[in-house]
């Protein structure tokens, strides 16, 4: 192998300035945001608007709350701009391979979103003369409103990781429980987040007090929210020989299974919730290469997979855990 082709290998030490040689992620993360920005901002100058206008619609896509034109502007036209801009400037000076891949997923989800709400809102108030008297919302509108971010979120995180890379591993010191080969080990932790417990139970209350007292679905939404929340309010994170996999909730389905024919390397981190989109399972493995189940902030086994994908998962002990799943690659890759 010649120098070449190791060079090409390796990270820039900036490795957001590598993602803003990428004209991709360029008109993707920065220039759509600021282009539908400033459209929204076009079309809510239209002078067939009333002012103000209806900005807040109920459950049925009626109007039932109004805004200042030049407050919806604010919102919806000049915050994705603004969102842009310091998208650029964190790619441009952040040496954080983690805030380089999220930055901008979340900068084009976000700017395209609001602006794609301004844009929605300008059109359903054109030609009234109240806000009382504007359109109601529907479904294409709606779907509109969530998929052009989310496929454009898809599109940026799907190129950024393939853009930005990891270190080698060569230059990191991955831990190990100092297995032998042949020898057999299997370890579990148990995670448990009171707060989303108790944000569970609240939703579920709340909940069956609205179905109570209101007719319509809203009631019963919060209730089926609370489902996947208390589901993510606990979990066990087991290592063995098949690889690594997580039962989550308290009966410990529905079950993550990453086979150990598919995880190249396994390291402990310090997670960052902001740089992995929050709390919960954030992300998706198969659409964008790249997610966590994230309960808090603090230690986690982060995983490298094939195919440029990424997991992690927060848990106590995670040197040893991933420790014991190095090991045990290890013991796969020299018995075959």
Known sequence: MNTSDIN????DPRPGRVALRN????VAAVALPMSIGIAAMIALSSSSLPDPIASHFDVTGRPDGKMSIAAITILTGWLPIVIGV????TLATTRRVESARFAPVLAVFLASMLALIGIVTAAVNDGASTWQEAESIGGAQLLLVIA??????GLVARILVKVVLEPPHSGRVLP???????????WTVSVSTRWLRAIALCFVVFGAWLQWVLTGPVGFVLVVIALPILVLASYRVTVDARGLRIGLGPFGTPTLRFPIEEILAAEAIDLRPSEWGGWGYRGSVKLIRRAALVSRAGEAIRLELTEARQFAVTCDD?????????????ARATAS
Do not use: K
Not at 23 to 26: F, I, K, Q, S
Not at 324 to 330: K, P, S, T
């Open 8 to 11: 090409a290998r390796e990270p």
């Open 23 to 26: 004209p991709v992620v360029v």
């Open 86 to 89: 310091a998208t650029a400037a």
């Open 148 to 153: 052009v971010p989310l496929v454009a979120m």
């Open 176 to 186: 190990s429980a100092g297995l032998v080969p042949g020898q057999h080990a299997t």
């Open 318 to 330: 995670a040197v040893l855990g991933a420790g014991v799943l190095n090991d045990l690659i290890a």
